[in-house]
């Protein structure tokens, strides 16, 4: 069975808004030629373009200012099809890329396989995040077959800061420990989701990383009690829960 595809997403992007069709956005990469593909692809009118091609092209958005993760997050809530990282060649010879191990534990990153897998499997997507300015509310909304689903998404910790400002400085927090610190902020924050929606699924998802593994396991029990689901991410981008 196809997917069937949302007609327009309403989203808003440094301070502006904006609503992007389907068919818009097929209309619009007509005729366009494909750049060479170096991370992550979307597959419109039956080629393959780089996420940051079609996303431009259809919004008009300079490249500058939006990351690649925000084109990925929206063109795959449109319902297209996105997969990661393909080597340089051309994308018309694209072939099922890879996700990169390197960046794919990173909250942005897990925000967009989500997404992305939930589209896949025909979730509407409601609403998503701009996790990378730390907007306030649900991370993911998704609905299908009368159930909607508030999604609450982390990465996992890096010992650099990503402010480009301070890459060079170390965080004095452990990874670790701050993996503790996310976890329990998700925790937190889906059981008051199930307070104020409870006839919503309830989830939280994470990269599938030994210590958020760990810490699960200590706590499967009452997660399980109070319905909350817990969903991963591995580092090809496959999410394992919805």
Same mark, same amino acid.
């Given at each position: 069975m196809e997917t069937q595809r949302p007609s327009f997403i309403q989203f808003s992007l440094n301070g502006h808004d904006y609503q992007l069709a389907s068919?818009?956005?097929?209309?619009?990469? /007509?005729?366009? %030629?494909?750049? $060479?593909?170096?991370?992550?692809?979307?597959?419109?009118?039956?080629?393959?373009?780089? /996420?940051?091609? %079609?996303?431009? $092209?259809a919004t008009g958005i300079p490249r500058s200012a939006f990351r690649s993760n925000t084109a990925r997050r929206h063109l795959a809530a449109l319902g297209f099809e996105?997969?990661?990282?393909?080597?340089?060649?051309?994308?018309r010879d694209l072939e099922a890329p890879r996700v990169s191990a390197s960046e794919g534990h990173t909250e942005a990153n897990v925000q967009a396989s989500l997404v992305t897998a939930l589209a896949a499997k025909r979730w509407r997507i409601l609403s998503v995040a701009n996790t990378?300015?730390?907007e306030p509310g649900i991370d993911v909304i998704a609905s299908r077959d009368g159930q909607t689903v508030g999604v609450e998404v982390k990465g996992?910790?890096?010992?650099?800061y990503a402010d480009p400002a301070r890459a060079e400085e170390r965080k004095r927090?452990?990874?670790s420990t701050q993996a503790g610190h996310w976890y329990s902020q998700a925790v937190l924050a889906a059981m008051r989701r199930r307070g104020r929606e409870p006839s919503w699924r309830s989830a939280i998802a994470l990269p599938d990383f030994p210590r958020f593994r760990d810490l699960h396991g200590e706590t499967a029990g009452s997660l399980a009690a109070a319905q909350?689901?817990?969903w991963w991410v591995d580092q090809e981008g496959a999410v394992r829960g919805p």
């Open positions: 068919r818009d956005l097929e209309s619009r990469l /007509v005729d366009v %030629a494909p750049e $060479v593909i170096r991370k992550h692809a979307v597959k419109v009118n039956d080629v393959w373009f780089p /996420v940051v091609q %079609a996303f431009q $092209v996105i997969v990661g990282n393909a080597e340089p060649r051309s994308s990378a300015t730390k996992f910790p890096s010992r650099n927090t452990s990874p909350i689901e817990v």
